[in-house]
Nanobody, 127 residues
């Protein structure tokens, strides 16, 4: 298992930027690199949706179309940390952001395919 803790959320104006972090707690580097990692978000009244995913090595990434070009997912395996750099933020980006881990990098981006989840961090974009 891997324990995940998100941080970095907050209030930001439209057009601004924010960086989210997801730390693997009490996990070895070897354990962390065993997982592909993803970011999801959930807005009020909506279902949780896929935002981005990154492979174990960091060599492959994929994004939700509406964030592609604005968000960048990355990982630092030496620090057991996942990041989501968000730029040009819009009001529609508002929601609780969750990091998640899966042992399998696959085209299935649904939440049910991810085994481990953090508690989430709130991102609010004002306009």
């Amino acid at each position: 298992q891997v324990q995940l803790v998100e941080s970095g959320g907050g209030l930001v104006q439209a057009g601004g930027s924010l960086r989210l972090s997801c730390a693997a707690s009490a996990a070895s580097e070897r354990t962390f690199v065993s997982y592909a990692m993803g970011w999801f978000r959930q807005a009020p009244g909506k279902e949780r949706e896929f935002v981005a995913i990154i492979s174990r090595s960091g060599g492959s990434t994929d994004y939700l179309d509406s964030v592609n070009g604005r968000f960048t997912i990355s990982r630092d395996n030496a620090k057991n940390t996942l990041y989501l750099q968000m730029a040009s933020l819009k009001a529609d980006d508002t929601g609780v952001y969750y990091c998640a881990a899966t042992y399998t990098y696959s085209p299935d981006r649904t939440p049910r395919r991810f085994d481990y989840w953090g508690q989430g961090t709130q991102v609010t974009v004002s306009s």
